[in-house]
């Protein structure tokens, strides 16, 4: 018997819980190429911003002991180009997409959000909150819980009320379990992490940074321990708000781990860069595995490695079932 792969994003059902991190799979296109973007629970677009955004200059990606680092940039079109060609290619093609957006001031995020309510083909808003607010000293609106829930709070209030909205936090923060409840207080519908922490390289040779920017994110399966302690703490404290965990994903066994830490998604990204099939191959093994485990369905995974042996709870699924 197959195991039952759904899950939902707030109110949004997902076929199953594969998704691309944001930035990894750009707009769609170039992933399509390989695979039917269909058969993955969702699309996670890159990061889009009002205006067109050359990126930061070169070189910006720098690879690590079992990492990578990056500087990009939110390289992009801007909203104009997005709203015109890329998400209605997504749309066209029955993608559920979640759209990222990033900005440098609360009235940018806002206007993003306006741009994007009435837009077809938004299956939800990713709010990336790792971005410097120009207005506050250039301080990352995610290292701090207020001025993340006065973002979320002005985008949830211009965003159609069926468009759930995910807020990105980082773990470059003291305590993230506060920054969670301050955007889950100020209307967050579900919550994704981690964002990629602060790291640097030095390139031996040169005798300087890897980087142009000097510093970048830092991903792949390094931060994998980092990222199942965050979505520990998180789903702890918050069992009942949804979580796209992310964080060094190659395997449907590390895709697994997060679901027990309590994920109902799991993103893939820096995987995707030398495997474009990662996505349709880590939801197969994930698949397998919970098969061998005895699961009839994703759902009674989630957040069961914080659940005494035996117990049982009610998902979304248990609810929509009992309902018909």
Not at 94 to 100: L, W
Not at 289 to 310: I, K, N, Q, S
Request: charged letters at 20%; glycine letters at 10%.
């Amino acid at each position: 018997m197959p195991v039952d792969m759904r899950t939902y994003l707030g109110h949004v059902e997902l076929v199953n819980p594969i998704t691309t991190a944001a930035g990894c799979a750009a707009s769609g296109s170039e992933l399509a190429q390989f695979f039917d973007l269909g058969r993955i629970g969702a699309l996670t677009t890159r990061s889009i911003t009002m205006a067109p955004r050359a990126g930061r200059p070169t070189p910006r990606m720098a690879e690590t002991p079992s990492g990578m680092l990056n500087a990009i940039g939110l390289q992009g079109p801007g909203v104009d180009a997005f709203l015109e060609r890329e998400l209605p290619w997504l749309d066209q093609r029955g993608v559920k997409t979640v759209v990222s957006v990033a900005g440098g001031t609360v009235a940018e995020y806002t206007a993003l959000a306006r741009r994007l309510t009435d837009a077809p083909g938004v299956g939800a808003v990713e709010v990336n909150l790792s971005c410097p607010n120009i207005e506050d000293r250039g301080r990352v609106f995610a290292r701090d819980g207020a001025a993340s829930a006065e973002v979320i709070a002005s985008v949830r209030s211009v965003m159609r009320y069926d468009v759930p909205v995910v807020a990105k936090l980082s773990p470059d923060v003291m305590d993230i379990v506060s920054v969670a409840r301050a955007c889950v207080d100020a209307g967050a519908d579900a919550l994704s992490m981690i964002n990629n922490p602060l790291g640097m390289s030095i390139d031996t040779e040169a005798m300087r940074p890897s980087l142009a920017a000097v510093t970048g994110g830092l991903s792949g399966p390094a931060i994998r321990p980092l990222a199942v302690r965050c979505v520990w703490q998180v789903h702890a404290a918050l069992p009942s708000v949804p979580i796209i965990g992310m964080g060094g994903v190659l395997t449907g066994q590390d895709a697994f781990e997060l679901i027990l830490a309590g994920a109902c998604v799991v993103a893939v990204g820096t995987a995707l860069f030398h495997d474009p099939y990662a996505c349709l191959r880590i939801l197969r093994e994930l698949e397998e595995l919970l098969a061998a485990r005895g699961f009839h369905r994703l759902a009674d995974a989630v957040g069961l490695a914080h659940r005494p042996p035996g117990a049982t709870t009610r998902h979304r699924i248990d609810l929509e079932e009992s309902s018909l």
